[in-house]
């Protein structure tokens, strides 16, 4: 059995070389990732946020969400930038807990933190699913404002946006007009909820319009 300065050593190693699978591999292995993480932290000079990224998904991924954000509050402390990845665990952690604010706020964070996103299909279908379900439209006109701003706003994302309207028995506004202007093609299921929504009340006018 390596012991753990040997092991703080080796996670250092994968990680400069991105060998983000063996990384992953060896704080699976060892019993007490936490001790191995505290001695990598009091070492490393890098802040890199790849390794407590690690322990940070292992968190999630096993329900632990409230000390995923202990930990997440404790690299703040130690100036460890938070990268893409940091904030996209945090939203699948939220959406686990359909706190749709908190998934909204990492969402954003995530992918406008990168040059240049490439889009995930499935957690922007998580997310739009989310923010649908719970039939706020604020929410819904905040999702679609964050993706637009990164240039990925489409019919699909407009058709929930109209379902989250029917599902408030509100009517939008200038949704076609949007659309058009966000070169977003108007399907016959987006004509379908356009006319529906269209015979319900007026909603309120969304930032930014």
Request: hydrophobic share 35%; charged share 30%; with cysteine.
């Amino acid at each position: 059995m390596r012991d753990s300065a040997t092991c703080s050593a080796l996670l250092h190693t994968y990680v400069q070389y991105k060998e983000s699978d063996k990384a992953e591999a060896l704080m699976k292995k060892m019993s007490e990732s936490e001790k191995l993480y505290n001695e990598w932290e009091s070492i490393s000079p890098t802040k890199d946020s790849r390794v407590p990224n690690l322990l940070l998904a292992y968190y999630i991924n096993n329900n632990h969400m409230d000390i995923a954000e202990a930990f997440y509050n404790r690299m703040v402390k130690k100036e460890i930038l938070p990268g893409y990845t940091t904030w996209e665990l945090l939203t699948w952690g939220y959406l686990k807990q359909n706190e749709v604010q908190k998934v909204l706020e990492c969402f954003e964070k995530a992918i406008t933190i990168v040059r240049k996103w490439d889009r995930d299909e499935k957690l922007v279908k998580e997310v739009s699913r989310t923010v649908e379900e719970f039939g706020d439209v604020e929410d819904a006109e905040k999702l679609l404002a964050t993706l637009r701003r990164v240039g990925h706003v489409d019919t699909e994302i407009y058709k929930s946006l109209l379902r989250t309207y029917a599902k408030a028995a509100k009517m939008p506004l200038i949704v076609a007009e949007r659309m058009k202007k966000d070169n977003v093609e108007i399907d016959q299921e987006t004509e379908e909820l356009l006319q529906l929504t269209s015979k319900m009340c007026v909603g309120d006018i969304p930032s930014g319009l």
